[in-house]
């Protein structure tokens, strides 16, 4: 078995060394409310009824989950988190101990023999779950075991109440199923949280390398205003020299271009000084084709050749025929960029980039002539962690990618931020291949850049630009 399996499989077992999601002030608290509860309803049906019950075993089991809640508390801080092993354990015991006083109340004819199906919740929530598994294995055995072995349940008459074995095998039945069902729930609601919370993480952290280098913007400020005075120094010595040189000298040139180089050094630093409001309005928006063409840059010396159109719709006349133009964000670049880089990885040929507009609306359609979307998994692109690739893929052109499938989620995050929204589909047959639409309204996509949103962008808090995942991950595409 290779390390990775071990890995995988070292996650999974009793034996696990990392720490649970289970806290001990909560396991504590959870286990104090249902010792009352056990405590309440044993002394209402022994005293309040005068039903006979094995009033010192019940309350011997009660005391022991009592005295093993006080012995954690003094033993750990109560925001301590208990390891895989040890919490199953506890819930183990939690199990044990409920049989136990079931079995002394009547069994599975004990109306609270349901309350067997919470320590496999618990478990299903915090633990892996191959813990929660073993869990409810002992669950389903224990309540196997007092279907048929059991006090009887404390009743009016003589001797306790006995339900028919077919009506007691239906209660195990229900419960087994109940059991099944919550802890199926609750292990899919928590590993759904998790992995949206891992990947909002992870795009934390990638907008958050983006910060620093806007952070540069700062550095270069200060380099500007401290270089500022040598240059000066520089080209005034550089004038007086060739002021005083004859003009036969050899040296005459090399002291031209010395201070033209001081001169353009000069002019490299004015710009990175610049205010982004100050930027030129020729480089701060562009139309329609060309943030296609800066977006599939980077990819037209690839193997698979990139071909890019634009062009209005046939029903657009008008003002609406007019070349929309848009501010240059950053964030919407690199998420066209990333379903180009994606397209180009399993295209065939070529890859198709148009962009297509009316009076209402802005369209820009990126295909390919692949294998396409599979039908399985076209309805949850876009969640966190669907990827298709398996351990070791390798993309068309030989490259060995992995990844934890956040290419398409950050991309399309960033692209539905800017009033996007984003389309996937198959081509029709027999023609094949993958096709990606995103479509914004037309006064969205024209809307300006808003600097004042706190943000280096503009785009809705989110900072620029996005240097793409690293990873080569073209997660949403089949393999």
């Not at 009793?14 to 396991?27: E, F, M, N, V, Y």
């Not at 389903?140 to 075991?145: R, V």
């Not at 934390?204 to 200060?222: F, I, S, T």
Request: glycine share 8%; hydrophobic share 45%.
């Amino acid at each position: 078995m290779d390390s990775k399996k071990d890995g995988i499989w070292q996650d999974l077992w009793l034996g696990a060394p990392q720490d649970s999601g289970l806290r001990l002030q909560t396991i504590v608290r959870l286990r104090w409310v249902a010792l009352l509860g056990q405590l309440v309803t044993i002394c209402i049906v022994a005293l309040g009824f005068g039903f006979d019950v094995a009033l010192g075993p019940s309350f011997a089991c009660i005391a022991l989950s009592a005295w093993l809640n006080v012995y954690l508390s003094i033993r750990y801080p109560a925001r301590h988190r208990f390891t895989v092993r040890y919490a199953t354990v506890l819930l183990a015991y939690d199990i044990m101990q409920l049989a136990v006083l079931l079995y002394l109340t009547g069994g599975i004819d004990n109306p609270f023999a349901i309350l067997i199906v919470a320590p496999v919740t618990v478990s299903a929530a915090t633990l892996p779950i191959a813990n929660t598994v073993l869990l409810g294995t002992l669950a389903t055995l224990s309540a196997s075991f007092i279907t048929w072995n059991f006090l009887p349940l404390p009743w009016f008459v003589s001797g306790g109440v006995m339900h028919p074995e077919i009506y007691r095998i239906g209660i195990l039945t229900a419960l087994v199923s109940s059991m099944t069902f919550l802890a199926l729930y609750a292990w899919r609601l928590t590993k759904e949280s998790r992995q949206m919370s891992a990947a909002l993480t992870a795009t934390e952290l990638v907008l958050a390398r983006e910060q620093k280098l806007h952070a540069l913007d700062g550095l270069a400020a200060a380099a500007a205003h401290e270089l500022g005075t040598p240059l000066s120094t520089i080209t005034l010595v550089t004038n007086e020299l060739e002021r005083q040189m004859d003009k036969a000298s050899p040296h005459l040139e090399d002291i031209k271009l010395l201070r033209e180089q001081a001169q353009r050094c000069r002019e490299i630093l004015r710009k990175l000084t610049r205010h982004p409001a100050e930027q030129d309005p020729l480089h701060d928006t562009l139309i329609v084709s060309e943030m296609l063409t800066e977006a599939s840059e980077p990819y037209m010396a690839g193997r698979v050749p990139i071909v890019i159109a634009a062009r209005p719709t046939t029903d657009a006349s008008g003002p609406g025929a007019r070349t929309p133009m848009t501010a240059r964000r950053p964030g919407v670049i690199f998420g066209l960029a990333n379903l180009i880089e994606n397209a180009i990885d399993f295209a065939e040929s070529k890859v198709d980039v148009q962009a297509e507009w009316n009076g209402e609306t802005v369209m820009i359609t990126v295909s390919d002539d692949g294998p396409g979307f599979k039908s399985d998994i076209i309805d949850t692109l876009g969640e966190p962690y669907v990827t298709t690739r398996p351990a070791g893929a390798k993309t068309k052109s030989g490259t060995k990618v992995s990844g934890l499938g956040l290419g398409f989620f950050i991309s399309k995050t960033l692209l539905e931020r800017s009033g996007a929204r984003v389309a996937l589909e198959n081509r029709a047959s027999p023609a094949h291949g993958a096709i990606v639409r995103i479509i914004w309204s037309r006064p969205v996509f024209e809307a300006p850049l808003d600097r004042g949103a706190g943000s280096v962008t503009g785009e809705m808090a989110w900072p620029a630009p996005l240097a793409g995942n690293g990873n080569g991950q073209r997660d949403f595409y089949p393999i």
